[in-house]
């Protein structure tokens, strides 16, 4: 009989590991395929195919902190990479991100987006030189869609800033004649809106938190067929979901974390599997965040008693 059934073959060979390295092997940063990654991931695919045309569509991905909107946008560029040619000696970059700088002060972002282009600026170059530099590389380098993180951030320059900003961002779209993707809290939204011409253009997907379905159901399932335990975890009932929705509010990053935890000592305590209990004992270290609204649940529910 062929060890460790209960996971995927592909996996199989990391129950086999020792202690120390299965727990490393958990706590490594991976890529897990979820079905409104998939969605979001195709939509980019189509906005990086589009033709050149003078008002290029827009796409806003927004949702809670830790909905796993920055994780989407690294698996983007790492599908779509810098490739230097040997013979020219040039670099193409088709998608380029960049994260919001502290204020939305136009040298920063111009700042910033030389950065990403792997090319910074001088520290005290004039706005108007580094947005010439900016529009210069990006077109040698052949960019073909840009990607700005963490947009919300905009929020916390002043008025006067944040409508500098959003011109800045309008005229590389319309000067690059590129798609431009923005990402960031539901603040986001409020931050566009207040350019009525930008906000047009956009596309609004709303990355949403993860609710007592099927679609959860799916998640734990195929990670209880990843996770090098050594017995078969049983976390995909209907207690168990709404233990883990308990304890995360439905956010992705935060289940993630759960599960890693409850495996790590599903390990270390020789289990080797995961279970209703495991949500329950006393080993079990939670974010601060979830610990906190959980606890807030718990006193609402004796007062409604």
Not at 239 to 252: H, I, M, S
Request: charged content about 25%.
């Amino acid at each position: 009989m062929t060890a460790y059934e209960h996971l995927q073959p592909a996996y199989r060979q990391y129950a086999a590991l020792d202690t120390d390295e299965r727990i490393a092997w958990l706590r490594a940063d991976r890529w897990f395929e979820t079905s409104q990654a998939t969605s979001v991931m195709r939509r980019l695919e189509d906005l990086l195919s589009y033709p050149a045309r003078d008002r290029m569509p827009c796409l806003l991905l927004y949702g809670d902190t830790g909905i796993g909107k920055t994780k989407i946008i690294r698996k983007f560029l790492r599908d779509h990479p810098p490739r230097f040619d040997r013979g020219t000696g040039i670099t193409t970059m088709p998608v380029v991100a960049m994260q919001m700088p502290a204020e939305p002060v136009e040298r920063d972002v111009y700042g910033e987006l030389l950065s990403a282009l792997g090319a910074p600026g001088p520290q005290y170059e004039a706005a108007w030189r580094l947005k010439a530099v900016c529009r210069s590389l990006m077109r040698d380098m052949g960019v073909r869609m840009l990607i700005i993180d963490e947009i919300h951030a905009v929020l916390t320059g002043t008025f006067r800033q944040q409508r500098i900003f959003l011109i800045v961002i309008r005229f590389l779209a319309n000067d690059l004649k590129v798609p431009l993707i923005c990402a960031g809290t539901d603040l986001a939204r409020q931050a566009l809106l207040t350019d009525q011409q930008l906000a047009e253009r956009f596309e609004a997907l709303h990355l949403k938190r993860w609710s007592n379905d099927k679609y959860l159901a799916q998640l734990l399932s195929s990670l209880a067929g990843i996770l090098p335990l050594r017995e078969p975890s049983d976390i995909g009932t209907a207690a168990v979901r709404q233990r883990v929705l308990e304890l995360t509010d439905g956010v992705t990053v935060r289940i993630f974390r759960l599960i890693e935890t409850a495996a790590v000592e599903a390990i270390r305590s020789g289990s080797e599997r995961i279970t209703l209990e495991s949500f329950n004992a006393g080993e079990l270290v939670l974010p601060l965040i979830s610990m906190t609204r959980y606890s807030e649940r718990q006193l609402q529910r004796r007062i409604a008693r």
